[in-house]
């Protein structure tokens, strides 16, 4: 069965559209790097450095200096591997928990004043565009990416 032209290309433009989205609010934070590694351990739970790298497609020492530098602000706890003498699991804190939320919301406001100020559309659509994305994302097993 072919795929639906318009479907095809209206699925084109959701991407292009989340990305140009996502960069945009990447733009406001200065710890976008930091962010996505608290996200990445609020979504997976407590990760090796290695694990936490393949997830966000970067290096080993670029990971490990994105958590060192969280771990400082005490958003991060590292603890020892318990299999591994030479790795080491890291989780988020109490602090951590509380910065992605704080940095969730803003993004969400500053969203939220966009589609006040910009355009027309309702929270009912809003809320659809979220349930395709989310649907999108939760049958995906390699982390959403296209």
Do not use: F
């Amino acid at each position: 069965m072919a795929t639906e032209p318009a479907l095809v290309d209206a699925c084109s433009d959701l991407v292009m559209y989340a990305s140009r989205l996502t960069r945009a609010i990447r733009r406001r934070h200065e710890m976008s790097a930091g962010l996505r590694v608290l996200a990445l351990l609020d979504q997976h739970g407590p990760l090796g450095i290695t694990q936490l790298a393949h997830l966000d497609r970067c290096s080993q020492p670029t990971m490990s200096a994105a958590v060192g530098g969280l771990v400082e602000r005490g958003w991060l706890a590292k603890e020892p591997h318990p299999t591994d003498r030479r790795g080491s699991v890291v989780a988020l804190t109490d602090e951590g928990s509380a910065e992605l939320r704080r940095a969730r919301r803003a993004n969400g406001e500053a969203i939220a004043a966009r589609v006040r100020e910009r355009t027309d559309h309702t929270t009912d659509e809003v809320l659809t565009a979220v349930a395709v994305l989310r649907d999108l994302l939760e049958t995906d097993d390699d982390e959403g990416t296209p």
